[in-house]
């Protein structure tokens, strides 16, 4: 078992940023693969990045575009979503997931195992 717990979501303007934490606990992370989805209001959900824990090794949605950036610190557990030049578009629930294989982050009808909370992000001027 895997436990997630995100913080960080909040307000912010147009241009603005933010950036999610996720903290695990349960297990060792070795061997995992953890990343973060998103999902707006009457959209479907979508995937934003992931990163291999052991390997450093990361993969972006198409719509990311340098716009966020993904990162772990091994010592506290926890995975972080840098989002910088935020636009309205990215207004939704932020989701932090856990699971042993990419695939499951990459295939939208499959999906990780382990999922945090939710944090919401809204850009609004």
């Known amino acids: 078992q895997v436990q997630l717990v995100e913080s960080g979501g909040g307000s912010v303007q147009p241009g603005g940023s933010l950036r999610l934490s996720c903290a695990a606990s349960g297990r060792t992370l070795s061997g995992y693969f953890m990343g973060w989805f998103r999902q707006a209001p009457g959209k479907d959900r979508e995937f934003v990045a992931v990163l291999n824990w052991s390997r450093g090794s990361i993969y972006y949605g198409d719509f990311v575009k340098g716009r966020f950036t993904i990162s772990r610190d091994s010592a506290k557990n926890t995975v972080y979503l840098q989002m910088n030049s935020l636009r309205p578009d990215d207004t939704a629930v932020y989701y932090c997931?856990?699971?042993?294989?990419?695939?499951?982050?990459?295939?939208?009808?499959?999906?990780?195992?382990?999922w945090g909370q939710g944090t919401q992000v809204t850009v609004s001027s």
């Open positions: 997931a856990a699971d042993s294989s990419p695939t499951k982050f990459l295939v939208p009808s499959l999906g990780p195992t382990y």
